[in-house]
């Protein structure tokens, strides 16, 4: 019998926000979100995960505020109505960045893999709360995200995590054996 962690990093999946239903998404689910995110292994406890919530009428104006910077972009500008239409469509957004440990005790990639272990986590979650996310590091919304709020120095974007409630029956996904990637000695 599969356990329940197992079962759950198996059947995670990316739920792109065309696949939301546009339930709303509670501040408290967001919370709880980034509670699980806080757990991550972090080298010297630097915790570099950061996270800027957009719900409600943020969502809103941030959509609007994406699709007119993308739009007077010259290489974004023919993605920028179907970039708004992915906030809209998304429940709730946060923007992932992490904060380079001021000392630099350790690497940078360190940090930002502890970063990408926290959304792990929240992306595990999202499964208990009966939602889904969707990771996106593209350059028109990235460029929206850098230019709607503000960023601590040192603080570096990493993309942004469309969170949504969805009713569609999920695919099993396909994976190589273990053995096509692992040499065993």
Not at 131 to 151: E, R, V
């Amino acid at each position: 019998m599969e356990n329940d962690i197992f079962k759950a990093i198996k059947e995670r999946r990316a739920i792109y926000p065309e696949q939301f239903n546009n339930e709303l998404v509670s501040k408290d689910e967001i919370q709880q979100l980034i509670e699980a995110a806080r757990y991550a292994p972090t080298h010297k406890l630097t915790e570099p995960w950061r996270f800027k919530a957009i719900l409600g009428n943020s969502k809103n104006n941030f959509a609007s505020f994406a699709e007119k910077i993308i739009a007077e972009h010259p290489d974004f500008a023919p993605k920028a109505e179907r970039m708004a239409n992915k906030i809209q469509k998304s429940g709730a957004i946060l923007i992932i960045s992490f904060q380079r440990d001021q000392k630099e005790r350790i690497p940078e990639w360190e940090e930002i893999a502890a970063t990408a272990m926290a959304v792990q986590n929240m992306w595990l979650y999202l499964q208990h709360l009966n939602m889904g996310g969707y990771w996106s590091s593209g350059k028109p919304l990235m460029y929206a995200a850098k230019n709607f709020t503000s960023f601590e120095q040192g603080e570096k974007i990493l993309g942004l995590f469309f969170i949504g409630k969805y009713d569609i029956e999920l695919k099993e996904r396909r994976h190589k054996n273990v053995d096509e990637f692992t040499k065993w000695i």
